[in-house]
Nanobody, 126 residues
Framework: QVQLVESGGGLVQAGGSLRLSCAASGRTFNNDPMAWFRQAPGKEREFVARISRSGGSINYRSSVKGRFTISRDNAKNTVYLHMDSLKPEDTAVYYC???????????????????WGQGTQVTVSS
């Protein structure tokens, strides 16, 4: 059974930092891109960051560029999202996502991903 388990969320003041982790189990995702999405109350789920299987190709949504850093440790089957200079508008539930093994093109659309974690709440106070 494939599982993605996020951790590291919490309450932080504006300007603070958090590091989210996503531990995968059930199969290795070392050959797959991985991504982070987020969903704020009343809003649609949105792409945050994506990392290729080697870590050599990384994409971010424009509003988090320069503040968030996605990384992965394939030996641990884990993906991270380090968030600096947090803003109240970053408040959301953050989800880790992985694609099915047969999918070739994996981009920034939530429909590219079949495996999702339960989410971890990030709340940034002003």
């Amino acid at each position: 059974q494939v599982q993605l388990v996020e951790s590291g969320g919490g309450l932080v003041q504006a300007g603070g930092s958090l590091r989210l982790s996503c531990a995968a189990s059930g199969r290795t995702f070392n050959n797959d891109p991985m991504a982070w999405f987020r969903q704020a109350p009343g809003k649609e789920r949105e792409f945050v960051a994506r990392i290729s299987r080697s870590g050599g190709s990384i994409n971010y949504r424009s509003s988090v560029k320069g503040r968030f850093t996605i990384s992965r440790d394939n030996a641990k089957n884990t993906v991270y999202l380090h968030m600096d200079s947090l803003k109240p508008e970053d408040t959301a539930v953050y989800y880790c996502a992985a694609p099915p093994p047969w999918r070739v093109a994996v981009g920034e659309s939530a429909t590219d991903y079949d495996y999702w974690g339960q989410g971890t709440q990030v709340t940034v106070s002003s």
